[in-house]
């Protein structure tokens, strides 16, 4: 079985662009959610999407957004980036809303120039 | 709003029995603790979840006391893999999920 897939793995941006990262959940599981890993803050919940509707949401300003498709697979945005939105980007799938037992992907590491 | 506290650091040596504590105040009632493990470069994985008293895997168990204002993950005969970051996470009255700062447990030979 498949585990959580994101893409890309690394990404370099510039103050100002915008970048969009995907998630591809393992099969059969229809909750995504995303979180921002920094060295300083930890791991901090962004949203969580189950059946294309985002459930929950984190307190990030809204420069951070993101959808979920019909096959679950889920996208997020990050526009007008800033030289602190570098991080480590994380996706959890789980078979149920709000459900703790997820399986992370490996994350994309973006950072911003 | 539920606050999580961990040890940041510990160390301990192969083969010993290794219990990292976390403190939560103010959490569902009705949610699971669950603990995950993390090594450098990879996303975070499910180690064990529990709602009260004990449970136990094949990698660990989990003590929760009664009034649910901590847990501890209890880590048995670690070894060098077991080197890693350890987190807790709970919820709270609000549905949001808070993750404790982890703890990065070193293991010695």
């Known amino acids: 079985k498949a585990g959580v897939t994101q893409t890309p793995r690394y990404l370099i941006k510039t103050r100002g662009q915008q970048v969009t990262l995907s998630c591809s959940p393992i099969?059969?599981?229809?909750?995504v959610s995303w979180y921002q890993q920094t060295p300083g803050q930890g791991l901090q919940f962004l949203f969580e999407y189950f059946s294309e509707t985002q459930r929950n949401k984190g307190n990030f300003p809204g420069r951070f957004s993101g959808r979920q498709f019909s096959n679950s697979r889920s996208e997020m945005n990050v526009s007008t980036l800033e030289l602190g939105d570098s991080a480590l980007y994380l996706c959890?799938?789980?078979?149920?809303?709000?459900?703790?037992?997820?399986?992370f992907g490996q994350g994309t590491r973006l950072t911003v120039v | 709003l539920a606050k999580t506290t961990q040890p940041i650091s510990m160390d301990s040596y192969e083969g010993q029995e290794v219990n990292i504590t976390c403190s939560h105040n103010n959490i569902a009632t009705n949610d699971y603790i669950t603990w995950y493990q993390q090594f450098p470069s990879q996303g975070p994985r499910f180690i064990i979840q529990?709602?009260?008293?004990?449970v136990t895997n094949e990698v660990a168990s989990l003590f929760i006391p009664a009034d649910r204002k901590s847990s501890t993950l209890s880590l048995p005969r670690v070894s060098l893999s077991d080197t890693a970051v350890y987190y807790c996470?709970?919820?709270?009255?609000?549905?949001?999920?808070?993750w404790g700062a982890g703890t990065k447990l070193i293991i010695k030979p």
């Open positions: 959890a799938s789980s078979l149920a809303f709000k459900n703790t037992e997820a399986f």
């Open positions: 099969s059969g599981h229809r909750s």
């Open positions: 996470l709970v919820g709270d009255s609000n549905y949001q999920l808070i």
């Open positions: 529990g709602y009260k008293t004990k």
